[in-house]
């Protein structure tokens, strides 16, 4: 079963308005445009003038005309959905860290790049990641999901756990009647088709060596676009994380 077809995707072109590719893809739906955040981040900035916090003319931290929208655009703009961005290195979110993959969705944020992590359906495993620069979603399954968090944290991402209920979309109800073969751990016997990976026995086997080189493919692959897309202004400093990422896991 091909659940990519039933997600609402924006793939990023020529622009740098991954923030609101990530809002998009987080809500599964055409909610937002760059108009409408650009309108947040001007309220944004006349409450801190009103407030003393900034001068009049002073160069917005919320927004500018590349495309960028500052945090505290994406929080207020998910308010409306009575919906949360909590630090995930925050002290509330202690018990989330144990067990990430109870949670709905992510959103990463690394310089001027956003993207979303989201789960379908009620089934743990069935994690996409969501990422705009990449041509299509990514499959990661319940075991890859720490990784890659682990991962992009230790590459300089900010992590935001999605708090709320999310609105049932068509992809969750796919997922649901799916109608998944399941292993005797509870996994997938096959991922969904399309770009993904699986930790079923019928792709990896008990040798260490190979898992491990799956695993650094799944994250190189899951990764790669993310890493070579966000703007060319940046290409040097992501290829250096790239490399950084394949001396960790191989490959």
């Keep these: 079963m091909d659940l990519i077809p039933y997600i609402y995707f924006e793939k990023q072109e020529q622009d740098n308005l991954c923030a609101q590719h990530a809002l998009n893809a987080l809500l599964q739906g055409n909610y937002f445009t760059a108009v409408d955040l650009a309108e947040i981040g001007k309220d944004l900035d006349r409450q801190e003038q009103l407030v003393g916090g900034r001068k009049i003319d002073a160069e917005s931290q919320n927004y500018d005309d590349s495309g960028y929208f500052s945090i505290q655009v994406l929080q207020k703009a998910l308010e409306i959905w009575n919906l949360e961005l909590v630090p995930w290195k925050s002290k509330e979110m202690e018990q989330v860290r144990k067990a990430p993959f109870e949670q709905a969705a992510y959103i990463c944020n690394l310089r001027n790049h956003w993207f979303t992590l989201r789960k379908f359906g009620n089934r743990a495993f069935l994690w996409y990641n969501l990422d705009s620069t990449q041509a299509s979603p990514t499959y990661l399954g319940e075991n890859y999901l720490p990784m890659m968090l682990d991962q992009i944290e230790r590459e300089g991402y900010s992590i935001f756990v ?90």
């Design 162 to 251: 999605v708090q709320g209920q999310l609105n049932l979309c068509q992809a969750d109800r796919k997922a649901e009647t799916a109608g998944l073969k399941l292993n005797e751990n509870n996994q997938p016997v096959a991922a969904f088709s399309g770009r993904g990976y699986s930790l079923s026995s019928s792709n990896i086997d008990n040798n260490d060596d190979d898992e491990d080189a799956m695993l650094a493919k799944a994250i190189e692959e899951s990764m790669k676009d993310a890493n070579t897309a966000n703007s060319n202004n940046n290409r040097n400093d992501l290829d250096e994380i790239r490399k950084k990422r394949l001396a960790r896991f191989g490959g």
